[in-house]
């Protein structure tokens, strides 16, 4: 089965100071890669999905953007936080196709303050 | 789009009583629903899964129903534990093509020892 790596755990950000969320998969080739953010007792909102390196489709409208580089790395990133951006960033790997599993990684908690 | 709805929100029991879950989907072309368990802090793990070719799937206290005529579907825990304590979510995908899942908007259940 996949492992997804996420990096950091944790970080504290101060309002306006950039944002780099690095997440990178094991065990599976050419996946779907998706980030998500939780904001606190809540549900998962779909940021960014990707079905392969360059090709990124974006959800929902902000100051966030992500890359893919590689075909197992996904990025996500600001230049600008804001202290709306505070929550929990999943990523998530599923195989190709329809209807398959999805993987999460550990997280990153991120506070802007 | 697909829409999930899941009820309830809140789900309180007492240790070793039953606990249902529900959601309820829109797009009938959808044909991978599954669910996952969210512990404080962690990330959402796959617990149990079903396609709409099956109707019923059970791994051991844990059992998922399917009723694709009126398009919804179901988790069963019986002989909950203070452990089972976690949010819970459902979803479904596949519909069109789409390789994105749609999350129902989770379920708290607290177990009481």
């Known amino acids: 089965s996949q492992t997804i790596h996420q990096w950091p755990a944790t970080l504290v950000q101060p309002v306006g100071s950039p944002l780099s969320l690095e997440c990178t998969v094991e065990?599976?080739?050419?996946?779907?890669l998706y980030w998500y953010r939780q904001a606190a007792g809540r549900g998962l909102q779909l940021l960014f999905y990707s079905i392969g390196i360059g090709q990124i489709s974006s959800e929902v409208p902000q100051n966030l953007s992500a890359s893919r580089p590689q075909d197992r790395q996904f990025i996500l990133s600001s230049k600008k936080l804001l202290l709306s951006d505070s929550g929990f960033y999943l990523c998530?790997?599923?195989?190709?196709?329809?209807?398959?599993?999805?993987?999460f990684g550990p997280g990153t908690r991120l506070t802007v303050l | 789009g697909e829409n999930v709805e899941q009820h309830p929100s809140t789900l309180s029991v007492q240790e070793g009583d039953s606990a249902v879950i529900k959601c309820t989907y829109s797009?009938?072309?959808?044909?991978?629903f599954p669910w996952y368990k969210q512990e404080l802090g962690k990330r959402p793990q796959l617990i149990i899964d079903i396609r709409s070719n099956v109707g019923e799937k059970k791994d051991q206290r844990i059992a998922v129903t399917l009723n694709k005529t009126a398009k919804h579907f179901s988790l069963h825990i019986t002989e909950t534990q203070p452990e089972d304590s976690a949010v819970y979510f459902c979803a479904a995908s596949g519909s069109g093509g789409s390789y994105i899942p749609t999350f129902g908007r989770g379920t708290s259940l607290i177990v009481h020892p």
């Open positions: 998530a790997s599923t195989g190709t196709g329809m209807g398959n599993e999805q993987f």
């Open positions: 065990g599976t080739s050419n996946p779907n």
């Open positions: 797009d009938s072309a959808s044909n991978y």
